[in-house]
């Protein structure tokens, strides 16, 4: 079974790109600068055979904007780096990836009226290395 093996290669992808100024959080730390970037939710669903153990895993990462103005544009710019660093076959600790792409992106304003959000969804298959 996988364990946090994935997560760690996101975070890896995401703080080698200086995603965010590197803000890339599992947990926000409380006062945390806007804008940053959350991960570790994920669906994991077995995707194996009689034959080998393999893995479908959906994981979501969040962007997190708090823009004077209340513009989408820093979320969106932000997405934009994200998804190419991500929508690949990330090296995964003791895996093989075997497919990574994009799933969906959805950005939302939050109800305190000041915070863009975005979650974007990607799909990864890894198999054991």
Known sequence: ???????????????????????????????AMFPY???GDEQVLDDGSECMDAWEV???????SRPDGGSKLE??????EIVPRLATTLTVSGFRT???????????????GLTEHAVLSFRFLIDPA
């Open 98 to 112: 075997v497919v990574g792409d994009m799933q969906t992106v959805r950005s939302f304003r939050d109800p305190d």
């Open 58 to 64: 959906i994981s979501d990462v969040h962007v997190w």
């Open 75 to 80: 979320l969106k710019a932000l997405v934009a």
């Open 1 to 31: 079974m996988i364990g946090g093996e994935l997560q760690q290669a996101i975070y890896a992808a995401l703080v080698a790109g200086s995603i965010a100024g590197g803000r890339i959080y599992d947990r926000v730390p409380a006062g």
């Open 37 to 39: 970037v959350t991960i």
